[in-house]
């Protein structure tokens, strides 16, 4: 398995608090050389056959997400390399129509969306002027694709 990571990485989190409870959500991330560091992550998980390559949570936004699997989608068809089985770019906090999620988007090695997952289904709402945070179990939405 290809583990990959940024290093320097900031990220932009907004705080609220309900009820005592301190909540956060990831608005923005400063990965810098983002394009050039995937790109050779994902060059050394193929030469290493990895089955799967995975970024840790929170550290990929939705752009870079779209960079990653355009580098898995554009591979030459004549690569001997093989694909992963699995590619997890991480995940993020997306709005939903249940609230702001923790998104985990699972995609095969041609960069094939499999799986969504919401680790947090309901993070946080609006109410007004008043944030407010829930918490709920985990829910999975599988979305089978054709082959």
């Not at 985990?104 to 041609?110: E, Q, T, V």
């Amino acid at each position: 398995m290809g583990a990959c990571l940024f290093k320097p990485l900031e990220l932009e989190p907004e705080f609220c608090s309900t009820e005592g409870d301190k909540r956060f959500i990831i608005s923005g991330i400063e990965v810098p050389l983002a394009e050039d560091t995937i790109s050779q992550q994902i060059s050394q998980a193929l030469k290493e056959n990895c089955i799967a390559i995975v970024w840790p949570e929170l550290t990929v936004s939705p752009e870079l997400r779209e960079k990653i699997l355009k580098l898995v989608r554009d591979r030459d068809i004549t690569d001997e390399l093989e694909a992963p089985e699995i590619l997890i770019p991480g995940t993020w906090h997306e709005t939903t129509d249940r609230g702001i999620v923790n998104r985990a988007r699972i995609y095969n090695g041609y960069g094939e969306e499999r799986l969504i997952y919401d680790k947090i289904a309901r993070t946080r709402t609006m109410v007004g002027e008043r944030k407010t945070s829930l918490r709920v179990t985990a829910y999975v939405s599988w979305q089978p694709k054709a082959l």
